[in-house]
């Protein structure tokens, strides 16, 4: 039986560094700031894998979550403690563009998915609640058309307040029922003003939000930057938050979360760079990860297959559930978070 909280929040209504497919050319014109990223997927299969188908001032924020412990001990069953787990989801939403209700079932299955396998916190790509761009068509501010040959949605259709919209609200009750950390993806809005950003629940509610603060070209069409770097506190551990483009070059934002003493940087990402060229995340997040010493959790859109966990150690990246290779693949990748 679906669960009555999940019906509540469909009723409530009735998403990425890329969206294009030149974002190679753009990363590489850029030598220390801007960079590129945009998204296939199909029905929905059980993995550890795989069904076919994404200069630093500010203000710095730290909010504390359990970090939820959904594979606590059961003293019913006399069952050891399991270790806290990230989840981290590869899921192409862009294949269902303007489409929550179903992008947000599909996230549901993976999640489950991931918590099946242990996992405590649970991390969604950039643009996977709404889609990020397709070839034809893009979020944009109200009253535009058209924007880089493309057509033209009205980003105030979809934007909501974080806290106070039907996607925290989602996560926060499916966060409740299953005693796990969400990190999900929404478009803000706030006043006059739209911001890409990823929000945070625990089983107790909001914890924070965080935004974009290094917008693609996409992004311009409707997002204002952020401007304050985000630390969660969580049972596993302190981690600093980014959307993609956040986390393209070395120093700057790694820096900042650097000298606030985090354990580890999650990305939610639309990669949207050639798998298997020049600045294809498999290499491009290694060389982040060593570079700054720091591990680097990052979902991505399975167009751009980046879904890994980065070890800062310069060596290959790490999956648990997908393949090693999984371009247009969604599915699930978990890792037990060290102390």
């Given at each position: ?33 801007g ?37 606590s ?7 050891p ?6 989840g ?27 918590i099946?396998?242990?996992?405590t ?21 109200p ?35 299953y ?11 706030d ?98 990860a ?20 980065y070890p ?13 290779i ?14």
């Amino acid at each position: 039986m679906t669960p009555a909280w999940r019906w509540f929040a469909v009723a409530l209504v009735a998403a990425a560094c890329g969206g294009g497919e030149d974002g190679g050319d753009e990363r590489a014109s850029e030598s220390s700031g801007g960079s590129d990223e945009s998204s296939t997927s199909s029905d929905i299969g059980m993995v550890t894998g795989m069904t076919e188908s994404s200069g630093v001032d500010g203000d710095e924020s730290t909010s504390s979550t359990d970090g939820s412990e959904s594979s606590s001990d059961d003293s019913s069953t006399g069952e050891p403690e399991l270790p806290p787990a990230i989840g981290l989801v590869q899921y192409n939403a862009d294949t269902h563009f303007g489409d929550w209700d179903y992008n947000t079932a599909s996230l549901t299955e993976w999640a489950e998915a991931a918590i099946a396998e242990g996992a405590t916190i649970l991390v969604f790509p950039e643009g996977s609640s709404w889609g990020y761009a397709t070839p034809t068509e893009l979020w944009c501010a109200p009253g535009m058309d058209e924007y880089d040959g493309r057509s033209c949605r009205d980003v105030a259709t979809v934007a909501e307040p974080l806290p106070g919209g039907p996607t925290t609200e989602y996560w926060a009750a499916f966060a409740a029922e299953y005693n796990v950390t969400v990190v999900y993806h929404a478009i803000e809005g706030d006043g006059e003003a739209f911001y890409n950003a990823i929000g945070v629940v625990d089983p107790d509610g909001f914890v924070t939000s965080y935004r974009k603060r290094t917008l693609y070209y996409v992004d311009q069409a409707y997002a204002t930057a952020g401007d304050a770097s985000v630390v969660i506190d969580t049972a596993a551990g302190r981690f600093g938050l980014m959307i993609c483009l956040d986390g393209s070059y070395d120093d700057g934002y790694y820096d900042e979360y650097a000298a606030q003493d985090v354990d580890g940087i999650i990305i939610a990402m639309d990669w949207d760079d050639d798998p298997n060229g020049p600045y294809a995340a498999i290499d491009w997040f290694r060389d982040r990860a060593a570079n700054n010493d720091v591990r680097i959790y990052a979902s991505d859109v399975s167009t751009w297959d980046g879904t890994a966990f980065y070890p800062p150690d310069d060596v290959p990246r790490e999956r648990n559930g997908l393949p090693e290779i999984a371009i247009d693949i969604d599915g699930i990748s978990v890792h037990t978070l060290e102390p």
